[in-house]
């Protein structure tokens, strides 16, 4: 369970308050972070950093105290700080003889088939150039994203190690496990040093949100987590402030709580899965009923379109299913309630009869 001598690809996520000390930039902890990396390198594993901390580095550039609230606030100390996280880890990657890469993302790249598709060949063009690609949210173009896209970079960090089929994602933040209980209000709460399967009950037993220039908290790497697993990734989640902590959990060490994946799906059910649906289609009892037989969907099953989207955009079916529609909203309005062969007579020949096949049908909660 803890073996990770086989894995190939180990993505790094690290928080916002890992990364800082006292208020400011922990230089030190960056050169430490590099090399434990280096040695991960010299071994032969490809390695992904996915880090939070620009916001929380452009407020502290500016002196500003509290909580950074506003979007094009956050915008603009996401637009100072990111050159200086990058400029620390150039530094400290550099005594140990290591190039890193600047990749920032946003939700739409993932939402989007065709940039989804083009990140996995960036990233294995960069790991195969031995290259140290560190990852982050694009804060400075993104508008509602920010904050609660990826949960202070969490569910980004489970995104991208579903994407290149990582072997294993470390989660550093500030606390040491998963608890079965909130430890900041039940002193008997014990680490839960091993989840076979996350349940209801694990699920309740996450927090809030974050700190001061961080937006994640337990319930979001509870969900990176469900991410990463259905990827068939191992999680370990644990305090970025142990000492050697990547390190010793690769060497097998029982460090904070090891997430073990119940099942590996293929990459488009997973995409189908974690993208946000550009519309809703809702369907009546009878048409469900069919999908949970891994039938199709047909336009006579239809009873509402909400939200205007394109053919092959993913879409949600009655908040019970995602799929990837085979045509646009303005096209199923005008079919919604027809039978399947009466599709190519309203909209004209060379269309699918169908609204969505059962391979790009996917059940939430399967």
């Known amino acids: 369970m803890r073996d990770f001598s086989k894995a190939k690809r180990v993505v790094i996520k690290i928080g916002t308050n890992t990364l800082t000390k006292n208020g400011g930039i922990d230089t030190e902890y960056f050169s430490d972070l590099a090399c434990q990396v280096a040695s ?8 992904v950093i996915v880090t939070s901390g620009a916001i929380g580095m452009g407020a502290m550039q500016l002196e500003l105290a509290g909580k950074v609230t506003g979007i094009k606030l956050r915008q603009a100390c996401a637009a100072i700080g990111q050159p200086l996280l990058m400029a620390e880890y150039k530094k400290a990657f550099d005594k140990f003889n290591l190039t890193v890469s600047q990749v920032l993302l946003t939700a739409w790249v993932f939402n989007n088939r065709t940039s989804y598709l083009n990140l996995r060949n960036a990233m294995d063009t960069l790991l195969g150039m031995k290259v140290v690609p560190i990852i982050n949210e694009n804060d400075s173009i993104s508008t509602d994203e920010i904050g609660s896209a990826f949960g202070d970079n969490d569910k980004l960090s489970a995104l991208v190690a579903s994407k290149i089929d990582a072997d294993l994602l470390i989660m550093l933040t500030d606390i040491d496990a998963l608890y079965d209980s909130d430890p900041r209000k039940n002193a008997d709460a014990k680490p839960v040093r091993i989840v076979y399967e996350i349940t209801d009950e694990i699920i309740k ?162």
């Open 40 to 47: 991960l390198a010299a071994a032969k594993f490809q390695v």
């Open 205 to 366: 037993s996450a927090g809030a949100a974050g700190s001061t220039h961080s937006t994640g908290g337990m319930k979001t790497k509870i969900d990176a987590a469900k991410i990463a697993a259905n990827a068939g990734c191992r999680i370990v989640l644990a305090n970025g402030r142990e000492g050697d902590v990547i390190t010793r959990i690769m060497a097998g060490e029982e460090i904070g709580t090891v997430f073990l994946p119940r099942r590996r799906l293929s990459a488009r059910v997973r995409w189908i899965l974690n993208t946000a649906p550009a519309g809703t289609i809702r369907i009546d009892e009878g048409a469900m009923a069919a999908l949970l037989k891994r039938k199709s969907l047909l336009p006579t099953g239809i009873i509402s379109i909400e939200g205007q989207f394109d053919a092959g955009q993913v879409i949600a079916l009655n908040d019970k299913a995602k799929a990837v529609t085979n045509l646009s909203s303005s096209e199923l309005k005008a079919v919604a309630g027809k039978h399947s062969s009466e599709i190519k007579k309203v909209l004209g020949p060379h269309r699918k009869d169908v609204v969505a096949s059962p391979e790009d049908i996917v059940l939430l909660g399967m």
